[in-house]
């Protein structure tokens, strides 16, 4: 598994071993820089692969994307690719590839259909991430095309839970909310500024991040098919209403000021998680108040609050 000791990783690593697997090799960029061919042939020299997971990407929320959209382009792009052809070069019996909610056009019809995902142009502001990974499925059917290769596509919508990224600099909207809120409250502020949502009117869907870890190992059992698949809790939240919702969880009782200076990202996000219910039977299982309230309590034990 690539990413295996990431956010995501982590817990999909947890639920393969509750499962009994035992023979679990995790491709740490410590040890294998995933750009380069080199380094994955000396992998998989290493560890001959039989189902490889790719959960690898350099993310980052709105601010990370518009600072750095070359180096998330390339570093997504470059790393899906060439482990693509390593894992087929290496005969892998199954790849597992994963997608981005963000390479759906800016004003895909909501619900998002997996049909719709060539219907335009992505959001501006996180493109070049979007597309790096939507290039990945196109890479992924020409070499089942052309190679019988088995590598499957899941397009996961935006993730949180225990294990998340509370860094201000590169956090994604329900960390960063929840560290504003609780900094706040401690520092007894009378307000905090908030600009995840422009004015907060965008809305968003959230899945918790175990639920799509078991997305996964489902997909990875069960789905061998060509096309996309979304993976997602099927609701939308504003993103003013989900600030709301973390300020009571938090306590804290302030006012939300809105900075509307800033993008709104995409107007509106939710998935059609029908696909994924028909070809490997999942359906997310954890509220978004029961996440939020599990993801507020690992932030105040894990001594970064």
Request: aromatic share 10%.
């Amino acid at each position: 598994m690539t990413g295996g000791a990431g956010f995501l990783g982590s817990h999909v690593m947890e639920k393969l071993r509750e499962r009994g697997c035992s023979n679990l090799r995790v491709a740490d960029r410590t040890d294998y820089d995933l750009r380069n061919r080199s380094e994955i042939e000396r992998l998989f020299r290493e560890f001959p692969p039989e189902i490889v997971i790719h959960l690898a990407a350099a993310v980052g929320g709105i601010g990370a994307n518009q600072a750095c959209p070359g180096s998330l382009f390339y570093d997504n792009a470059i790393m899906g690719i060439e482990l693509i052809e390593q894992c087929r070069k290496a005969a892998a019996e199954k790849l597992v590839l994963l997608g981005t909610v963000c390479a759906y056009a800016k004003f895909t019809p909501v619900p998002f259909k997996e049909e719709d995902l060539w219907n335009g142009y992505p959001e501006e502001t996180n493109a070049p991430y979007g597309l790096a990974k939507k290039m990945l499925l196109v890479q992924s059917q020409a070499y089942r095309q052309q190679y019988g290769f088995n590598s499957i596509y899941l397009l996961p919508v935006n993730l949180y839970g225990p294990g998340d990224n509370f860094d201000p600099r590169t956090s994604h909207v329900i960390p960063a909310l929840m560290r504003k809120c609780v900094e706040a409250l401690k520092k007894g502020e009378k307000e905090i500024v908030c600009w995840g949502g422009g004015d907060g009117s965008a809305t968003r869907e959230f899945l918790y991040v175990d639920d799509c870890a078991e997305a996964i190992l489902l997909a990875s059992e069960r789905y061998n098919g060509s096309e996309p698949v979304n993976v997602g809790a099927g609701f939308e939240i504003s993103i003013r209403d989900l600030a709301n919702k973390i300020a009571e969880l938090v306590g804290f009782r302030g006012q939300i000021v809105w900075d509307t200076s800033r993008p709104n990202g995409q107007p509106r996000r939710c998935l059609d998680t029908t696909r994924a219910e028909e070809k490997f039977g999942f359906r997310a299982t954890v509220s978004l108040e029961e996440g939020l309230r599990r993801t507020l309590e690992w932030y105040a034990a894990s001594g970064e609050s």
